[in-house]
Each structure stands twice: as C-alpha cells, then as structure tokens.
C-alpha cells in the first residue's frame, strides 16, 4: 500500500470535500432504517457543541463519525484532534483509511507532538470528548481490554488500553462504547482493570482542577449513565424495537432502571443522508460491528473503493 500511502499526499483537501467520498468512489449510499450504528452516532454526536475538543483514538471509526457529524451540522466550531493528538483542530473531512492522516495534515491548525499536546490539552482538563471501547465493561465504568476467558475457559490475550488508563480522569466525559451488547461484554465485574474513572463527582474533580462531566455507555441496544452518587450504571434509553426484558437477558448483571426511561432518539433523515453520503460513505463505522471472520472482506471493500477515489482524483484532477 505504500504507493497509495504517496498518492494520497498529494490529494488536495478541497477536491475531496467538493467532489464527495462517494461520487470519487462509485458507491451508491446505503439504505434502510437507522441501523444500530447510526443510532450510537447520531447519540454521541448530540452531546457535542462548540466549545467541545474532541481527540479521535487509533481505533474508534464510531467515534469519528460522530465528531464529524457534529461537526457538519451543529457543531462546526469543534476542536478535532487527530493522529493520537498530534494534528489540532482539523477541518471537516469524509472517512477514510489511506487518506485521513494526509487531509488532517492539510487542514490541522496546529502540528505538535504527542507530549505536547499531552500537556497543554489532556493534562490541563482542557480535552472534553474521547470516545473509547472496550472487550468488557462492568456495572462501574471499569474497562478491561487486557485478557478475558472464554465461555470454553481459553485465556484470551487483547491490545490493551492505550492511554485510556492515564487519561480517563482528565477528560470531562468519560464515554464508552460496546458494539455487541452481551452478558460478556457488559459484566458485573471486570477481570482486569485496563482503564477506569476515578474522580466521579462534580466536586471531587473540581479540587482536581478538571471539569465535571458525566460517564456513559452506549451499546448496540441502550444507553446508561454512570450515577456518581451510587457509582454504578442506571439504564436510561433503550433503543427503538428493544425491549427492558432483551436488555436484562443480555447484561451480565441486573442493572438498575431510570424510573424516566425512554426510548432512544433516532437520527432524522437528513443526518441519515449526511453519514450515509457524506460522512462515511464507505461504511466504516461498520468495522466494529461485524464478527472476525466478516471484517476482512468489508476492509478490503472499503480499502478498494478508497483507492478508486485516489485513481480518480489522479485521473481528474
């Protein structure tokens, strides 16, 4: 991919923004009802305004799409950090794998290093957003990405947190994410601790010198909020079609209900449109959601549509 990695740096930002990711690509938008994905963006995108500094992790492509809705609609005078923090307050952008780092690197306002911005954004509580997953999430907020055992009892070694751990207190919202909601993933008690909050209340962090903020999860199924009185996780909305008893079956403990609970919003037709054609025409926000065995096609789909984008903009430029 090398040669490709060389092609994308010299495409123009402004021509990938003019012409749109999916016309460069050939692809038709996607249809249909919201899908779980869509929902989860459409949620995390909606906390988001301008005074918001959002930092894009490695592995988060739900994330992004998020920031950069945000960023289209109601939202555009959001920091975007990008390339693990290393490009500050990127333009607006389609998803892409091959192009991504090169068009942030046109846009970025700032070009630091990582202990720069390290220092001057995370330390100093100025960070408000970064969005993070994880293999399993207990009824606490503790995240364990670190080893977890199989219902056959096989140890399963995974990649670890990043910085996740050193920076979960330092940011103002704490938000998590699991893809596939199951008595697996969502547990009463992790097996490790790779990354967890540990100043909750408004106060607490306060003395710290950080903002307060809130922790949530948001799953395939519902959303939680970290309750910071009883420190646990309270089931706030269930997505449309789910019901409370699916959401019970499918928890590793019982979690406790919002005596509000409601029913999550769905995106509008025109935030449809805009992630669908827009946004991530190639469909990466799907990545997290397909099983193992699935994710290597749909890599080489979208890999393979992003490469005729770069042929074409080569072609016509």
């Known amino acids: 991919r090398r040669s490709w990695l060389a092609a994308a740096a010299a495409v123009p930002h402004e021509r990938v923004v003019s012409r749109g990711m999916a016309d460069l690509a050939g692809l038709e938008p996607a249809a249909g009802p919201a899908t779980p994905a869509e929902i989860m963006i459409n949620w995390i995108a909606s906390t988001i305004d301008n005074d918001s500094v959002c930092s894009v992790g490695s592995v988060s492509p739900l994330a ?22 290393g490009l500050i307050d990127v333009a607006d952008r389609p998803m892409a794998m091959i192009l991504a ?15 720069d911005s390290y220092r001057w954004y995370y330390q100093r509580g100025r960070v408000t957003h970064e969005v993070v997953s994880a293999a399993q999430i207990d009824r606490r907020g503790a995240t364990n990405n670190i080893e977890v055992t199989s219902p056959s009892g096989r140890r399963i070694r995974l990649p670890g947190q990043g910085g996740m751990a050193d920076v979960a207190n330092l940011h ?9 909601h199951s008595p697996l993933s969502l547990v009463e008690r992790v097996d490790y601790v790779s990354a967890a909050r540990g100043l909750l209340r408004d106060d607490e962090r306060r003395r710290a010198g950080y903002q307060p903020g ?6 395939n199924l519902a959303l939680f909020r ?4 009883l420190g646990e996780f309270v089931l706030e909305t269930l997505h449309p079609g789910v019901t409370l008893d699916h959401v019970r079956e499918q928890t590793g403990f019982s979690p406790r209900v919002s005596p509000t609970l409601s029913e999550t919003e769905l995106p509008s037709p ?14 990466m926000r799907d990545l997290e959601f397909v099983a193992g065995k ?6 080489a789909r979208i890999i393979g549509a992003e490469e005729r984008a770069i042929t074409n903009l080569q072609s016509h430029p």
């Open 64 to 85: 992004t799409v998020a920031y950069l809705l945000a960023k289209r609609t109601h939202a555009p005078e959001l920091v975007l950090m990008t390339a693990n923090g």
């Open 101 to 115: 780092e090169s068009l942030d690197f046109q846009t970025a306002v700032l070009h630091c290093g990582g202990d």
């Open 172 to 180: 103002r919202h704490f938000m998590l994410y699991l893809p596939r």
């Open 214 to 219: 809130d922790v949530h999860l948001i799953t």
């Open 226 to 229: 970290l309750d910071h009185e």
């Open 270 to 283: 025109e935030t449809l449109r805009l992630i669908r054609e827009a946004i991530d025409p190639l469909g």
């Open 294 to 299: 699935e994710r290597g096609p749909l890599l």
